[in-house]
């Protein structure tokens, strides 16, 4: 006989195992009903209704008038072809009938034609097609009864005004670009991406049987916000004028790049900046393949030596610091030993000029005469030291200015604090060597000292949607009484030194400014480059005696010096004779500076 197989214990056992298995399920169906119930009714929604995002139309940029467009977006035609569904006969025909209506050469027609061999549904043949362009290849195509074209509209964003060199648009290293994603890249143009792009528009439609929208059943969500419009503070014609200075001279010079920068020094506007070698910034795509380095803008985003430019700020220490004033006699020994005899520097003709006022030593570009107010300037090497360097922050090296466009540097000054100067280091920065700045950081820097002391904050955006900007200042640096010795001095440089005097004065118009000749560190040869070496040049223009109107920054990088002897380097365009240049190119633009005040003339009443 059998005995029973049921058991008590075995039946609670599964009993749990239910009641574990259906708590499960329904804690399951909880989080999916409770938990997920919005991501789950979000899913079906999809299912039933599409939602797109409608780029808003990009704001335009314009000059300071308002008038000229920079940068703007137009609607252009991209060719869509199904190339799965054509023969080789119409594939043939068809890229004949395109080579014909772009006028594309061999290089670029077997291109298309390979584009088109590709055996998919979706091919993008050719983009960027002006309306007309687009209605000739239409109209072409169905003559030849070829299937499987259709035409979709894209944004484009164009920059329309032709630039000062060949192959180049208007302040392209300024503006920057668009790409592909409507992502802006460098620039203007990346600096306020977010302005100019605007929000998208949001609409909503019922899907059809293949997934694709209802057209009638179209609603907008949300009605998105236009990008808005850019007024610079570039007048579009001395910016052109510009650039064709500085390729002039950077075609003279044999020089590797030519940057200049044009600054109201008490508004902070930026007027004119440009460099070349420039690009078209309608084509990036092109430049991008072959010489990316072009979208860097040498005048904010590279740094180099400057050289003896930065003699007036070894001026500004010693004013300040009560240890020298202009008339203060220095010798000048030509050669200065430093470190017990270690090191040396020399005057640029290794000369001896004997004893002379310092504000002539400066006229005249001495090393040694630069050095020794340096040395002077404490009790202390640690002191003397750390009074040049709170100069040269205190007017913003070592920091970036501020100026609204995207990839600018702060430069390089090492700070005796953290890493303790020799003698030679404090005599080589003295006259702007061991030290990396930009020729944006020397406008402005020249600015303060000409404007009554003020560190303005540079800007190239006057007025955003209509809105005007303001201007932005980070405070007085310098005494105000500073300023017109500085204004003197800079002037006297000009005005009493025949080699400078001869190709900088401009007859009517009160000028001063400070060249600078700086050697060039090969840092993977380990030495200074032979036969070349970057010349600079900042300076003000005015039209009345004492009053600077606006301070010009040149950089000549890298130019190959026509005659080149101890004590002379002469380039065929130098560079404050391309200062003179553009200065003059400033001050002929009408209404580009502001009416002088008129004077009263006392009346003399007569008694009759």
Known sequence: MLGRTDSRGRLIFL??????????????????????????AAAAYRQVYLRTEIPAERGAIYDRSGTVVLAETVTRNRLVVAAKRLNLAERETLASILADVLGLDEAAAASLKARLE???????????????????????????DIPGISFETESLRVYPQSGGGPQTSLAANLLGFVNREGQGQYGVEQYYQELLAGAPAIVESDRDANGKPVIETQRTVDAGTPGADLSLTIDASLQLALEQEVMSAWVADRAKAVSAVILDPFSGEVLAEATYPSY????????????????????????????SVFKMLTVVAGLETGTVTMDTEIDDT??????GGRTKIDDADRRAMGVMKFKDAIALSRNVVAAKVALNLAPTLQGASTALYEVWTRLGFGSRTGIDVAGEVGGLVRDPATAKWREIDLANGSFGQGVAVTPLQLAVAYAAMVNGGTLVTPRVVRAIAGTPTGVAGRGSVLDASLSPTLIDV?????????????????????VGGKTGTAQIWDSEAGGWKSGVFNFSFVGYIGRQ????????????SE????????????????????????ATDAVSIPGLLPELPVEEVPVTKVNG
């Open 118 to 144: 590709a055996d998919r549904s979706y091919v993008v043949a050719v983009r960027d097609l002006e309306p007309d362009v687009a209605e000739t290849i239409r109209s072409r195509v169905a003559q030849a």
């Open 15 to 40: 009993l749990l195992a239910l009641v574990l298995a259906a708590g499960a399920i329904v804690a399951r169906l909880g989080w999916w009903q409770i938990v997920r119930q919005d991501d789950l």
């Open 334 to 339: 030509g050669t200065l030993r430093l470190d």
């Open 490 to 510: 800079m002037n006297r440089v000009v005005s009493t030194v025949p080699f400078y005097r001869d190709r900088t004065l401009i007859p009517g118009y009160f």
């Open 280 to 307: 078209d910034a309608n084509d990036y795509a092109g430049i991008a393949a072959t010489d990316p380095g072009r979208f860097i803008d040498p005048v904010v985003s590279e740094v180099y030596e400057p050289g």
């Open 559 to 582: 130019g190959r010096p026509s005659i080149q002897r101890v004590g002379l380097l002469s380039l065929p365009v130098m560079s404050f004779e391309l200062f003179r240049r553009l």
């Open 545 to 556: 005696t004492g009053r600077p109107e606006l301070v010009i920054a040149v950089r000549i």
